[in-house]
């Protein structure tokens, strides 16, 4: 078997924690979704996707065709719901994949009448984020073309928060509520009100009950991380208690141990100068991998349960650390890049910040190529 140069490492006690935490959250009346779009938000579409269900969601959602053909391939038969885009051209695949189907405008409304196969659509409405959704004023258009196809089924009413992760005051959130629900009422009056509601995200599944109705779509969450500190900090003030646990750990190798000399001049650009006789590690990953340039002399990685600076600039493929105060390090020694080594942590969101990005981003640039294994 080849040696990986990288590869991802998943908790399913950590993954299985989390969506039970969800679970128990909602209630059991309320339809579990989770969203393993983005390759499981970096966690492995197929391998994530498996111990969700084992630990007790109803649904899985994905954002393109793909990933819901990889899950079918894989054997995996639970509801998928498509929440993005799909192509009027591959529309009849996504209903030969008995997909539930994200509508929002009168195209795909179209195309799928055209078929003339029994489908399950969740209507998106526009409530304030500007993406997707139909405007209110669209609704009695939406409806009347909705009325000419009478094996479309109108399964499910969603729409999505613009800002519930950034503050505190969720006055928008709940303005954006409002007008879900003035939506629901609109299609009940005309004899087509949907089964399913659903507007519930992470924060709004752990800070909004009354956004949870029937259905409720948990991302970041299920995979242990909080989708801000803003969301954390409104939990702690309201009283909610909850343990989310991270599930993904991200290791690496020491390719290469060497002593350099004071006044080296380390990587691309020469960026950084050794301060001091010592000796520095390179490390089989870099910004192809996920590990991006804006860690370049900010990131740290542990080896050996210590802290090791990045020096110089990553690169495609490699990055550099100062190992000068971690004198046992070896070649072939296992390196962490994101997760726990000993008494220390590297967090996704500690690297977010360094980035000047988020969590989200963090894990789902880790490279599809590198290898995912589920750790117990």
Known sequence: MLMELSWVEISKKALISNVKTFRGLIGRDVKLAVAVKGNAYGHGLVEASKVILQAGADFLCVNALYEAEALRKAGIKAPLLLIGYTPLSELKKAVQLKCDITVYNLETLRALGKLKKPVNLHLKIETGNHRQGVRLDELPEILKEFKKYKHLKMAGLSTHFANLEDRINHKYALYQLRLFKKAYRLLEEN??????RHCANTAAAILLPEAHFNFVRVGIGAYGLWPSEKTLRAAEHAGIEISLTPALTWKTIVAQVKEVDRGSLIG????????????????????YDGFVRMLSNKGHVLIRGKRAPVIGRVCMNMIMVDITQIPEVKLEDEVVLIGKQGKEQITAEEMADLSQTINYEVTTRINEMISRHLVA
């Open 191 to 196: 004899g087509h009100a949907p089964h399913y």
């Open 268 to 287: 691309y650009g020469c960026t950084y100068e050794m301060p001091h006789d010592g000796r520095i590690a390179v490390l089989p990953v870099g910004y």
